[in-house]
C-alpha cells in the first residue's frame, strides 16, 4: 500500500459523513483496535488520550474507539471537548502512548474525523497511517487481549485546566489584556470554554461568540471560515479585535477594529518580525506552504528571512519545521505552529501572539496586523464525481498554457482537495484582471472535463 492508495487517512487524519463509512462505529472500533495494536509496546501500563469537538456524532465515535483500545489492553483517559492541540499537548505531558482527536475541524456537523498523535505529540507520519491501515484491513481478532489484561477507560476533570494554564504561559509576562476589548468567536466548537477563560483571566473584556454548541450548530455561520459575524460584532462593539477559531481550534483568522480580515499570511509575517526582533525566530526561515501569498514571501526576503513552502496540510508543515530546525510555520487559512508552545497548530496560542504586539506597540489592529501588501490571488473550487480530471490531456495542457502565459509575473497552483472531490484552482499575480482570467479559464477547462455531481 503506497501513500497514493490510502483508502481511509486523508491529509487530516480520516474524515466523512457520520455515521456512514468510514465515519461509523465499526470503523471506530476496529481503528482503536489496529492503533492500539500498533502503540501497545513495552511491558508499561499503556494509555491513549481521546478528545473531541462538539459534534452529535462524538458521542457515537468517542465510545467505539474507546472499546477498540479497551480491547487491546490500553487504558483510555477522556478529556471531553477540547482544542485539537491541547490534546497533543495532554498526549505528551501524561506521557501517553497515543492521542485521538474526534473532530471534523471547520467542517459542518454532517461531518466528523479523527486525528491520531503518537506518544510525542505529532501527527502520525505517512507511513505509521498505513500501516494502521495494513492492520484494519486485516483479522485483528488474535491481538484481542485476554480478560485479565483488558484496558480501563477514566474522566479527566481537570483537563481544560491544564490547557488554560499553558495558554496563558505562552503570553510574555508582565503584559496584560487590560483596556482591550476583545471578540472571540469559538465557532461553537472545541474551545467554547477555555478561550474566554484564557482572554478573561489575562485582563480583557471578552465577547464571546459562538459559545453554545447544541450538537448540530459547529462551524455554522461561525467560525474561521465565516468572520462575517465575527466583524459586525467588532464594529457594533467597537472592539479593539476579533478572533475566529474553528471547530477544534487549531487554526483562527483574526479581524481588526474595522472589520477587516487578518488572514494566516499576515499572522505569520507579524509573528515572524516580532520573533525576529527578539531574537527568538529560529532556522533563518519561516515555513508556509504552496497557497501562502508571494507577497509574505518578499516580506519576509527583505527582513532576511527566508520562506520555505510545504503540500497543503499543517502535518506537512510542521514535518519541515523539524527537518530544518524551524520554531515557525503556518498556513495562509489559519494554521499556526509555533514549537516553543506546541506541537501542532494552536489557534488561541497564536492569537495571543498576536495580542502581545497589539499591546506593546499601542496601536490599532489595522496598523499592526498589516505587515505587507498581498498579490492578486484568487482561488476557485471545482467539484467533480469519479476520477479526478485532472488527469484529463486537455487540462494539462491549459494548465501548461497558462503557466507559460504568467511566466515570471505571478504562478498557478492546480491540486485535488484532500478531503472532498474538488479541484482547487488558484492563480496570483500583480495584475488583478490577469488573476481573474487566468482562473477562469483553468477553471473552465476542468469544469468542461468533471463530471459535476448532482
Known sequence: MTASTRRLFG????????????????????????????????????????????????????????????????????????????????????????????????????????????????????????????????????????????????????????????????????????????????????????????????????????????????????????????????????????????????????????????????ILALIAGSWQAQDRLRGGHVVATVMSNMGLERHLRERGVGLLRTAVGDRYVGERMREVGCNLGGEQSGHMIMTDFGTTGDGLIAALQVLSVLVEERRPASQVCRRFQPLPQKLVNVRYSGSSPLKDPAVQREIAAQEERLGERGRVLIRASGTEPVIRVMAEAEDEGLVEETVALLAEAIRSRAKVPA
Request: with cysteine.
Open 11 to 266: 491529509t487530516d487524519g480520516i474524515r466523512g459523513t457520520a455515521n456512514r463509512a468510514p465515519m461509523d462505529a465499526a470503523t471506530a472500533l476496529r481503528l482503536g483496535q489496529a492503533a492500539g495494536r500498533i502503540f501497545n509496546r513495552g511491558t508499561h501500563r499503556h494509555r491513549v488520550v481521546i478528545g473531541k469537538d462538539t459534534r452529535l456524532s462524538g458521542y457515537m465515535l468517542e465510545p467505539a474507539l474507546t472499546a477498540g483500545f479497551i480491547g487491546m489492553g490500553m487504558d483510555v483517559v477522556l478529556v471531553g471537548p477540547l482544542p485539537t492541540p491541547a490534546i497533543a499537548m495532554l498526549t505528551r505531558s501524561l506521557r501517553a502512548d497515543l492521542g485521538v482527536m474526534i473532530s471534523a475541524s471547520h467542517n459542518l456537523f454532517e461531518d466528523n474525523g479523527i486525528k491520531l498523535f503518537g506518544p510525542d505529540g505529532l501527527k502520525l507520519s505517512d507511513a505509521q497511517e498505513m500501516q494502521i491501515e495494513a492492520l484494519m484491513a486485516g483479522d485483528l481478532a488474535a491481538a484481542l487481549v485476554p480478560p485479565a489484561r483488558l484496558g480501563r477507560a477514566s474522566r479527566m476533570e481537570d483537563a481544560p485546566g491544564r490547557y488554560i494554564e499553558a495558554a496563558k504561559q505562552s503570553f510574555p509576562r508582565g503584559l496584560t489584556l487590560e483596556k482591550l476589548r476583545i471578540v472571540i468567536d469559538c465557532a461553537h466548537g472545541a474551545a467554547y470554554k477555555v478561550a474566554p477563560t484564557v482572554l478573561w483571566e489575562l485582563g480583557a473584556e471578552v465577547v464571546p461568540l459562538g459559545v453554545s454548541p447544541d450538537g448540530f450548530n459547529i462551524n455554522d455561520g461561525v467560525g474561521s471560515t465565516a468572520p462575517g459575524k465575527l466583524a459586525e460584532v467588532v464594529r457594533e462593539r467597537r472592539a479593539d479585535l476579533g478572533i475566529a477559531l474553528d471547530g477544534d481550534a487549531d487554526r483562527l483568522v483574526m479581524v481588526d477594529e474595522a472589520g477587516s480580515i487578518i488572514d494566516g499570511d499576515q
